[in-house]
């Protein structure tokens, strides 16, 4: 994981304690990573609050999506995630 900053990586940690029943590392990275990049003109100070407003309601939407597949295809909504 090859984060930009000592703080980004902090937001990555949190994002994945909430996430990591759903979602692996790697895709709490991207995520996090396209938040940065769009967020990318605002202050450097508000910039990891910011970053992980945006990174956890993609992350929300995301696992959303992935539950109602899920139900779409009879599958229980939250299987305990794959290692």
């Known amino acids: 994981m090859n984060i930009e900053s000592p703080s980004l990586a902090d937001v ?3 994002l994945f304690a909430d996430f990591e029943s759903e979602l692996g590392l ?9 938040a940065r990049r769009e967020l990318d003109i605002v202050a450097a100070p508000a910039l990891p609050e910011l970053v992980e407003r945006l990174a956890r309601q993609r992350l929300e939407d995301l696992v ?4 109602k597949m899920r139900r779409r295809c009879g599958e229980p909504a939250h299987p305990a995630r794959r290692s």
């Open 64 to 67: 959303a999506e992935i539950t």
């Open 12 to 14: 990555v940690e949190r």
């Open 26 to 34: 790697p895709v709490v990275v991207a995520v996090t990573r396209r």
